[in-house]
């Protein structure tokens, strides 16, 4: 759905009105009929021998995602990654809106990134009491993870997107985690590199065998 999301999003800015499911396939990649059966699984949208309202179809995937409501992030760890997400002004579109941002470098008190202040972390709690806050991001050190994520389950904050790279144990709580690990990625890159290279070694050693 996030995918629809996103090329939804660019047919809009494009002026698109309406896109067949033959036309939707081949810019992303995905058979017709995937998306004809991705869709109908959220309850079809589609008209037959019209195609798909791009503008209805947006809204709709975006209130299926919950994106019709804005939602406040803090961001916990402002070091290179947590400055580079307050500072990347693409989530705000989505009604992602970062409202706080706490570390615990003396250094960074008040340093403003994209007009937000850095708080220390020792004022989260004041901070919770007067903000609401739906999700916070986690890029600091992996060995306070854990701990803090308690902290925050605790002050009624019930979506972690956690970039620390450690398995957070948050079983037992009424909490949903979102782990992004950008080494993975680049680890399946690494992965379909060689495969892709060996492909072409079979292939070439293939055409040699047959001349
Ligand atoms: P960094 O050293 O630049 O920043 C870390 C920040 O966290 C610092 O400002 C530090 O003062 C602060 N900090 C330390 N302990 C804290 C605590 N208990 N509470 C609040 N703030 C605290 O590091 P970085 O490059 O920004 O990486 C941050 C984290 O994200 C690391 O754990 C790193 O392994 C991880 N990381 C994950 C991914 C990913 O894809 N998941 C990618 C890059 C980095």
Redo the contacts with the bound molecule.
């Keep these: 759905m996030p995918r629809y999301y996103r090329y939804l999003g660019e047919l809009l800015d494009e002026g698109v009105e309406r896109i067949s499911s033959n036309e939707l396939s081949l810019k992303m990649n995905v058979t017709a009929s995937q998306i004809r059966q991705d869709l109908n699984n959220f309850g079809g949208f589609g008209q037959q021998g019209y195609g798909y309202n791009v503008q209805y179809l947006y809204e709709e995937i975006g209130r299926i995602l919950g994106l019709e409501q804005q939602h406040n992030i803090i961001i916990?760890?402002?070091?290179?990654?947590?400055q580079a997400l307050a500072n990347y002004g693409s989530f705000e579109k989505m009604g992602f809106m970062i409202t706080g941002l706490?570390?615990?470098?003396p250094a960074?008190d008040g340093h403003m990134v994209r007009g937000v202040p850095v708080r220390m972390?020792s004022e989260l709690e004041e901070f919770a009491a007067g903000h609401k806050i739906d999700i916070a991001a986690l890029?600091?050190?992996?060995h306070?993870a854990d701990k803090?994520a308690r902290r925050l389950v605790n002050l009624g904050i019930r979506a972690i997107w956690n970039?620390?790279?450690v398995d957070l144990e948050l079983m037992d709580q009424d909490v949903v985690v979102e782990n992004?690990?950008?080494?993975d990625s680049l680890m399946q890159l690494s992965y379909n590199m060689l495969r892709n290279g060996k492909k072409k070694e079979r292939q070439e050693k293939g055409d040699t065998e047959n001349r």
């Design positions: 916990i760890g402002v070091g290179n990654l947590g706490f570390d615990i470098n960074l972390l890029t600091m050190p992996k306070t803090l970039f620390a790279h992004v690990h950008l080494s």
